[in-house]
């Protein structure tokens, strides 16, 4: 990995509030509460920046709460995530990070689908395209580096 | 004695510094010793140690004088010869010179110096060999505060004798604290200061002529920054050093052409330490060095004050409940301190208000106010204008009488006159306008300005009321000028009120806060008559009782109340105590009793309930009005069956438990009160007859339960005596004889129905609460039939009844009879009746008499053992038995009587699939049996605690739990049905779940197996899921404690096994989460352990990935995280 900073001084933008959910469920024990954005965005705000293993992707905005998509039923999730620069060269790891980290988080009948949000990054096509290769993907993920940063 | 010898060898130890600390301690703790008991004189010693204090090795010297010093630090209580002191000091102050003994000098001389008998040339020798050989900054930090304490102990203690030393010592001084760094010397160093500055206060002085240079020695700390929290430098902290920095700036004038400048400077700064600490020091300054030298400096100490105010003030003005009694806005360090620095300032010099009512800003800010109508139209500039003028103003007022009469006399007209209060005010002639004008020029701002000023000269009279006894207040102008707008402002307050509108709910508050405001002065000097304090009561009062719904104003109408209602009570304004009671506290409770106005009475007796809450008096009020209120409304209902009547009782009784009873212990006179209520209900409830029509009147018994027993559980011993009395008067004037004429027999028991009227069983209900609430003290009358009674209507399912039995039997003093004179039935009749209620059948038991276990009787031959096992009697009547016998074993069981044993072996025997008789026990029969190991070993809330004064034998569970579980647990093994085995699970499980952890953990390699097992057997359907819960809760505090993991660990496959199972148990959301948790606490097992199973477990945590509750996926994620990374 390059480890010259492209970046230097990324701006930190403050994190939001945890929303404390309200605790209706212990009313019904048999209601479902199905996975929604929120839930995903929980598992994904902690995961440390490749780049500076001190900041989080919320606090660096790579990834909002908004950039999650999830359809529980159709089994669905889409990230869109948005690098700090557009000419970040970290885009795969980052995309790798979420998508492990949701591969352990999500149920497995789940499809996850993480891209860089279109106008981005000046790669955007051949980020989008190595991420969608799964395999790659998966052969990514035996990266012992890649593990300590998902924590 | 101490022999030659070995005082040469105690001296060896001291001086050799390659001897341990201790050693040197100790040797040093002996001399001292010697030396303390005259075995060794101060002469011997010093010629014994001549050698080591005189000989040119610089350590051994140094150790040696060091010795002599600490032997005389260690003397301080045994006094000297002057000679010898004289000679000694000499000594010392000759090695003050000597820089390597220099430690052993001055502690010597530290020491010598504290003793009484110093002559004045000895202190003069000291100082001067101090000032001339001493560096004191060359040394390191111990000596270095050594030399501090010195000068301080010179300066404190010896101040005559080295006075004459004049310019010398403060030059000195100087000398030697400059430039000093240590937190501990520094505190020193700033007492210096201040002991040098009380010793020459003459303005001829060297502190006068040095204040200069001695003020630049100490300039340069402040502001203190200091970031050590804690641990080392003896736990001093910035407020310390902080503190004695100010102390030393304040302590003399001469500092003031250096200090006033600095400060100012350091308040422009951005920290915000440095402005709180400029603030602070800028108020201890000017009370210290007084009017004359302050003055000058009053202009541009105004502009930084104001400047302060403006930075520090939100513009956020706070319209809830909470601020109906403070400013409204948020304050933080610095204004508070700026608020104090003002108030100082202008109570110091009257003058200092010049410049705040000549502020250009103070003038404008009127035009604002008149500008805008609504506080939230206005710019943020406007908004902080106006609270910060008022913020000023308002402490400006409080400061003095005189300050308070300057700024009413300045802005109370032109406010008076913008708020359309006044026309012309140039006659001295005050002519309040009329109604229409005021209602349409409700400006905000000049509200608030207002509301504050009242405010403040309300805190005014306080202070002035606490310093002089006779009430001034009334001649002065600020007095009368409030006096000469209070009926107008009234008007004003009260028609904000009364705004309807949809969008002036800061109207209403604005009228509520100034009503408060107004209804706050204080006694004979306030400037309220009192028919315009009674109409604000009124007002308040009339805006609680009509209103319909809750809305902000109601609330805020009471929270004036309850204000003024404290208030009231807290500075005993006899005057106002009366108007209060009979406007708003009668009016609110006859309200309450004749239950006729619009409120809704929940509203109506929380009303009541809160406003009476401020006084004694008015509780006891309140206590009437809902004793009468309670009996009209019995007696509504018993008379036109009017649901409404029955249901305010409920929320009357509600009210009074929830509201008043905890407060018992801080209102005087309360108990008497409630007990006079409680029997004023029985009263009632004697005098009313049958219910006139069937109502479910399950609220109105269940509240009146309550109460009664929670009023006698506060009552004293005599009064609940009285209540006694009282109920058994009812009581065996109604259903007591019924009940008596059903004689104990099997015939009569099995045709028992419930068949008690609504009237009986409001009574059975309440006796029973009287007797689970009375103290073991208390007498009960007729005991024997009361048991008869209470055994007949618990199998007749009446549960109250049962706890009252158990909590008789927990009670009633052992000892046969006569023992204690309160009851005339000891426990041994109590237990005869129970358990031996002799009917035709077994007239041989009776006559066997104890059989040969002694006294004890065998339960299990009893009449109320055959019906719990079935032998006779419907099923009903079985469980009935069976949950009426868990209750009296409880009682027994927590006086830790033996004969809860044989009760335990009844139940027992009811778990067993068929018992010795071959007779099979009906399934609800097994499970209401193991429900009663519950009832047995859980805490009750409502009866058999310490409220109700239970006797309670300590560690009465355990040994519950050590006799029991070995009982159950052969059974278990032996169990020949699914079912009893169940049922002896679920009796396992609540003996377990409710024994304290520690017990379990003493025990995990026994019990494991048996919870595991429990675990698996109580998992098969729902039935049991609340048990299973407490039973794996166990479970997990044996995983997380390191007792427990032992056994976990030898255990690990079929606890994990278990768990794995129980994370996809579906009936409760809690099992599958703890299960979860469970296996994350298992990782800190031996990792071969569990290493194995990893497997497994994920296998188990990827399902409850895709649980239906998200706190169970939230802890999957969590477990499995940990599992999978045990790998590496």
Known sequence: MDSVLVNENPIVYPKRKRHVRTDQSNTDEFSVEPIDQLDVFDHIRDIKDPEYPELSLEELNVITEESVEVDDEKSYVRITFTPTLPHCHVPNVLGLCIYAKLLQSLPRRFKIDVRVAPGSHVNEDAVNKKLSDKERMVAGLENPYLVALLN | ?????????????????????????????????????????????????????????????????????????????????????????????????????????????????????????????????????????????????????????????????????????????????????????????????????????????????????????????????????????????????????????????????????????????????????????????????????????????????????????????????????????????????????????????????????????????????????????????????????????????????????????????????????????????????????????????????????????????????????????????????????????????????????????????FGVKGLLAMGMFWGGSSPLSRSEFEKILMTLTSIITAKSAKTVV???????????????????????????????????????????????????????????????????????????????????????????????????????????????????????????????????????????????????????????????????????????????????????????????????????????????????????????????????????????????????????AAQALGSMVNKLSSGSGGTNISSDCSLEEACDIIFHADFALEKKISSNGSGPSGKIICASETTLSKICLGLCGSVDLQTRAITGLAWIGKGLLMRGDKRVNEIAQVLVECLKSSNRSGHALHPSAMKHSADAFFILMSDSEVCLNRKFHAVIRPLYKQWFFSSTVPILESLIMNSETPLSRTMLHVALAHVISNVPLTVILDNTKKLHPLILEGLSVLSVDSSEKETLFSLLLVLSGTLTDTKGQQSASDNAHIIIECLVKLTSYPYLMVVRETAIQCLVALLELPHRRIYPFRRKVLQAIVKALDDRKQRVRKEAIRCRQAWVSITT
């Open chain 2, 554 to 800: 109601w609330e805020l109408a009471l929270r004036a109340l309850v204000c003024i209602g404290s208030f009231i009570d807290r500075y005993h304004d006899s005057d106002k105590v009366m108007s209060y009671m009979s406007i708003v506290v009668e009016n609110l409770v006859s309200l309450a009793s004749s239950s006729q106005c619009g409120l809704p009475y929940a509203m109506l007796l929380e009303a009541t309930s809160e406003v009476c809450s401020t006084g004694p008096e008015h509780v006891e009020k309140m206590v009437q009005g809902f004793e009468e209120a309670f009996c009209s409304s019995l007696s509504d209902f018993y008379v036109t069956g009017n649901f409404k009547s029955i249901d305010n009782c409920s929320q009357l009784l509600k009210c009074l438990t929830n509201k008043l009873l905890p407060r018992v212990a801080e209102i005087d006179g309360l108990e008497k009160l409630l007990v006079h209520f409680a029997i004023s209900m029985w009263n009632q409830i004697e005098s009313c007859g049958v219910f006139s029509c069937d109502f479910n009147c399950r609220e109105f018994v269940e509240a009146a339960m309550t109460s009664m027993g929670q009023v006698v559980g506060i009552a004293l011993v005599e009064s609940q005596n009285s209540i006694f009395q009282k109920a058994y008067s009812v009581i065996s004037s109604s259903i007591l004889p019924a009940m008596e004429s059903i004689p104990l027999t099997f015939a009569a028991l099995e045709g028992l129905q419930r068949d008690l009227s609504k009237r009986d069983e409001l009574i059975l209900s309440l006796f029973a609460s009287v007797m689970i609430a009375a103290s073991p003290a208390a007498s009960i009358p007729d005991a024997k039939s009361l048991i008869h009674l209470f055994l007949v209507s618990l199998l007749k399912g009446y549960i109250p």
């Open chain 2, 1 to 509: 004695m101490v022999e030659p010898n070995q005082l040469t060898q105690h001296l060896e130890t001291f001086v050799d510094i390659t001897r341990s600390p201790t050693q040197q301690d100790d040797s040093l703790r002996r001399i001292a010793s010697s030396l303390e008991n005259d075995t060794l004189s101060i002469n011997q010693l010093v010629r014994e140690m001549e050698m080591y204090l005189t000989t040119t090795d610089d350590v051994v010297r140094a150790r040696g004088i060091l010795l002599l010093a600490e032997i005389l630090n260690s003397l301080k209580q045994k006094p000297l010869d002057n000679a010898i002191v004289h000679s000694l000091i000499g000594f010392f102050t000759e090695k003050l010179a000597d820089w390597r003994a220099v430690r052993g000098a001055l502690v010597g001389c530290l020491a010598l110096l504290k003793r009484k008998n110093v002559a004045g040339v000895d202190v003069l020798a000291i100082a001067k060999a101090m000032i001339q050989n001493v560096q004191v900054q060359s040394f390191a930090l111990l000596e270095r505060k050594l030399c501090f304490e010195l000068l301080e102990c010179l300066l404190q203690h010896h101040s005559e004798a080295i006075i004459t030393m004049g310019n010398l010592l403060v030059y000195a001084t100087c000398e030697a604290i400059d430039g000093e760094k240590d937190p501990q010397c520094l505190m020193v160093v700033f007492h210096l200061i201040e002991l040098l500055a009380q010793l020459f206060p003459s303005p001829s002085g060297p502190v006068a002529s040095d204040a200069s240079d001695i003020f630049d020695s100490i300039a340069c700390y402040f502001p203190l920054h200091f970031t050590h929290t804690k641990g080392d430098e003896a736990s001093i902290t910035r407020e310390d050093l902080s503190r004695g920095l100010l102390r030393a700036f304040s302590s003399t004038p001469f500092f003031e052409p250096y200090a006033i400048p600095l400060l100012l400077e350091k308040l422009s700064s951005s920290l915000t330490v440095a402005k709180v600490d400029s603030l602070k020091c800028l108020k201890d300054c000017a009370m210290k060095y007084g009017v004359y030298r302050m003055k000058k400096h009053y202009g541009v100490l105004w502009s930084a004050l104001k400047d302060e105010f403006y930075s520090s003030t939100g513009t956020q003005l706070s319209f809830a409940l909470e601020s109906l009694t403070s400013p409204g806005f948020e304050m933080n360090e610095i204004h508070r301190e700026a608020v104090n620095l003002l108030q100082t300032l202008v109570n110091q010099d009257i003058s200092f208000l010049g410049f705040v009512v000549d502020d250009i800003h103070i003038n404008t800010v009127f035009d604002t106010i008149s500008r805008h109508s609504q506080y939230k139209e206005m710019p943020d500039t406007s908004k902080l204008d106006v609270l910060v003028i008022s913020q000023i103003l308002s402490v400006s007022a409080k400061a003095s009488v005189k300050s308070c009469n300057i700024i009413f006399q300045t802005v109370f007209f032109r406010l008076m006159n913008i708020l359309g209060i006044v026309e012309i005010v140039s006659t001295g002639d005050v002519f309040p306008k009329g109604n229409s004008t005021v209602s349409t020029r409700l400006y905000h701002g000049g509200l608030h300005l207002c509301i504050e000023l009242l405010r403040a000269s309300k805190d005014l009279i306080l202070d002035f009321e606490e310093y002089s006894p006779t009430p001034g207040c009334a001649q002065e102008s600020w007095c009368s000028i409030v006096k000469s707008f209070s009926f107008p402002l009234i008007q004003v307050f009260t028609s904000a009120v009364r705004c309807s509108n949809n969008d002036c709910a800061e109207d209403v508050y």
